[in-house]
């Protein structure tokens, strides 16, 4: 199946400071990606959907100021948490649709991105 | 609205056993269903869909899923289990209406399959 690649698996902060994690399509483009947040022993909910070349989508209750998304390119994606604070650690994970072959493109995950503000 | 819903938050069988992981769904028009796993720390692996045909379809590592339309279900199955699928098993529809909406995909809450040997 088509790779989708996140970095870093692992980030520790400060309270105050910002974190950029990346999301690439790795062999294939992708025009949207979608965000993802993971509570511990929960379902993944959904923060935004990025798209290239335009702004991001974002779900209900998502705050866009907070949670920054760039989608610069058909393989990049970027989610900047700003002035993180410690109710910002959890699991964010990326995803991206495979279109090749014209079929209906299942979501390919990232391997997610553990967020631990102090 | 679409959505998913998995009754169980855990499920335990004994290796070798057959194991069944239970979702069903509601949405308006045809839907689109996948199975995705989840091992700790980290991201979602595709396991199956179904989209349209068989009603039986099959997926990675053994696994196979019976799309039901009288009874909206979209149960997860696999006739032997390993210890190794103990995991977390995400059931998923996904939008189909068109505009900004196209795609996303709506996740249960999840079945936290234990297979003990």
């Known amino acids: 199946g088509a790779v989708v690649s996140q970095h870093p698996s692992w980030v520790i902060c400060k309270s105050g400071t910002s974190v950029k994690i990346e999301c690439r399509s790795l062999?294939?483009?992708?025009?949207?990606m979608f965000w993802y947040r993971q509570f511990p022993k929960q379902s993944l909910m959904l923060m935004a959907t990025?798209?290239?070349?335009?702004?991001?989508?974002?779900e209900q209750g998502v705050e866009k100021d907070k949670f920054l998304i760039n989608h610069a390119s058909l393989t990049l994606s970027t989610l900047t948490v700003t002035s993180a604070h410690p109710e910002d650690s959890s699991f964010y994970i990326c995803?991206?649709?495979?279109?090749?072959?014209?079929?209906?493109?299942?979501?390919?995950f990232g391997e997610g991105s553990r967020l631990t503000v102090l | 609205a679409q959505s998913v819903a998995q009754p169980e938050d855990q499920v335990n069988v004994a290796e070798g056993n057959p194991l069944t992981v239970k979702c069903t769904y509601s949405?308006?028009?045809?839907?689109?269903l996948f199975w995705y796993v989840q091992y700790p720390n980290r991201g979602l692996q595709f396991l199956l869909k179904?989209?349209?045909?068989?009603?039986l379809v099959k997926g990675s590592y053994g696994f196979e899923a019976e799309f039901n339309k009288s009874q909206t279900s979209f149960h997860l199955k696999k006739p032997s289990a390993l210890v190794s699928d103990s995991a977390l098993y995400f059931c998923?529809?996904?939008?189909?209406?068109?505009?900004?909406?196209?795609?996303?995909?709506?996740f249960g809450r999840g079945t936290q399959l234990t297979v003990w040997p």
């Open positions: 998923a529809v996904r939008d189909t209406l068109r505009g900004s909406t196209l795609g996303r995909l709506y």
């Open positions: 179904y989209i349209t045909g068989d009603n």
């Open positions: 995803s991206a649709r495979d279109f090749r072959g014209g079929g209906t493109g299942e979501l390919f």
């Open positions: 990025s798209n290239e070349g335009s702004k991001a989508t974002y």
């Open positions: 062999d294939f483009q992708a025009t949207t």
């Open positions: 949405v308006s028009g045809n839907p689109y």
